[in-house]
Every structure is written in structure tokens, then in C-alpha cells.
T-cell receptor, first 115, second 114 residues
């Protein structure tokens, strides 16, 4: 069973630029969610996708957007980067259909630095 | 979302049991209690979850108070690999079943001494 993989592992961008982060879900999982983790804090929920549709969103502005593909992989896009967007971005997958309380499986994240 | 309260940090010795407490006095009847941990430079890892009864798995045990206002994660024999931030999370499954987000606090940083 392949786990959740994220790419790239590290990224440096300049303020105002745009970034795309990628995530491959664990095999058999149809739900993917994204979290932002600032240094010293717990992860904060950005949004969730189920069968290619966004079905939950946290307190993040519209410049944070996402996609889920038919193979359940996912992208997180952030436009007009700000310095405060510097964080670890975590992707998590789960299988909603098997058990609505099923655990989330996280990747090891992408460390984004905005200068 | 219902809130949880955990100590900022705890310390343990290798091969000794560890009891990590969590208070959740505003828990609702449909909130499950989940525990995740995050090792350095890794994403969070699921540990265990429960609703009312105590739960055991290969990683840990979860003891839930009778009134459900608190719970304790028990690591039976701590190893150096157990050093991590432990998060206690209440996960609400609403009637539509569409909200599966996890609301993380700052967690408890567990240090394990050799």
C-alpha cells in the first residue's frame, strides 16, 4: 500500500508569485484535504475534496484554491503569495465511503518559504 | 468546534508508561475523540480514536472518562521513537457527514529520556 506523497518537499518563492503543490493520495482513498502548519503551531484546515468537488473549507482566502483529479490526486494553488504564507503544507487522504470516521493519512508536507 | 486542553509538554523515561491527558469539557454527544502524533519533520500520524468505551490498539490505549469530559492516551512503554507532539482532537461528524476536518490545537510535546 503506497502512502501519501507530496511534491516538492521544499520550495522558495517570492512575494506576489503563484505556487502549485501536489499530492498523491494513498491507494483506495477518495477524499483529500489540505492543511497549513506554521512554525510551532498545529495544522490548520484549508479545504477538503471528495470525488473532485470541494466539500469543506476553512478560514482561508480565495487565493487558496485546489483541484482533485479522477485518480484522486490533488493540487493546492496559492496566488499572490504573502510572507505569512510561509509554512508547511500538509496533504491528507482518507476513504470516506468505507467509514465516515476513518483516520486521515498525512504526507510529510511541502515546506514553502516566501521571501 | 469543541475545544480541547492539553499540557504544553511532558517528559518520560524510556520503557516507562506515559499518560497524556486531554480535557474536553464542551464535547458533544456525536464527537469522537481522536489522537494524532507528529514526529519531527513528518506529517501527523493517526494513533487511536474512541467514542465512549476505552480502546486499545498496537500503538496505544485510550481511556475515556465516564462523562466524556476528559480522556487519557496511554503509551504502555515509551521508546525514544515516541518523542513527538501529541494532538487530542474532537472530530464532529454532522448529520450530512460532509465535514471531516480535524481541528488541531498546539498539542503536548512529549520528551522521552534514555
Amino acid at each position: 500500500e503506497t502512502g501519501v506523497t507530496q511534491s516538492p518537499t521544499h520550495l522558495i518563492k517570492t512575494r506576489g508569485q503563484q505556487v502549485t503543490l501536489r499530492c498523491s493520495s494513498q491507494s483506495g482513498h477518495n477524499t483529500v484535504s489540505w492543511y497549513q502548519q506554521a512554525l510551532g503551531q498545529g495544522p490548520q484546515f484549508i479545504f477538503q475534496y471528495y470525488r473532485e468537488e470541494e466539500n469543506g473549507r476553512g478560514n482561508f482566502p480565495p487565493r487558496f484554491s485546489g483541484l482533485q483529479f479522477p485518480n484522486y490526486s490533488s493540487e493546492l494553488n496559492v496566488n499572490a503569495l504573502e510572507l505569512d504564507d510561509s509554512a508547511l503544507y500538509l496533504c491528507a487522504s482518507s476513504s470516506r465511503d468505507r467509514d465516515r470516521n476513518s483516520p486521515l493519512h498525512f504526507g510529510n508536507g511541502t515546506r514553502l518559504t516566501v521571501t | 468546534d469543541a475545544k480541547t486542553t492539553q499540557p504544553n509538554s511532558m517528559e518520560s523515561n524510556e520503557e516507562e508508561p506515559v499518560h497524556l491527558p486531554c480535557n474536553h469539557s464542551t464535547i458533544s454527544g456525536t464527537d469522537y475523540i481522536h489522537w494524532y502524533r507528529q514526529l519531527p519533520s513528518q506529517g501527523p500520524e493517526y494513533v487511536i480514536h474512541g467514542l465512549t468505551s476505552n480502546v486499545n490498539n498496537r500503538m496505544a490505549s485510550l481511556a475515556i472518562a465516564e462523562d466524556r469530559k476528559s480522556s487519557t492516551l496511554i503509551l504502555h512503554r515509551a521508546t525514544l521513537r515516541d518523542a513527538a507532539v501529541y494532538y487530542c482532537i474532537l472530530r464532529a461528524i454532522n448529520s450530512g457527514g460532509s465535514n471531516y476536518k480535524l481541528t488541531f490545537g498546539k498539542g503536548t510535546l512529549l520528551t522521552v529520556n534514555p
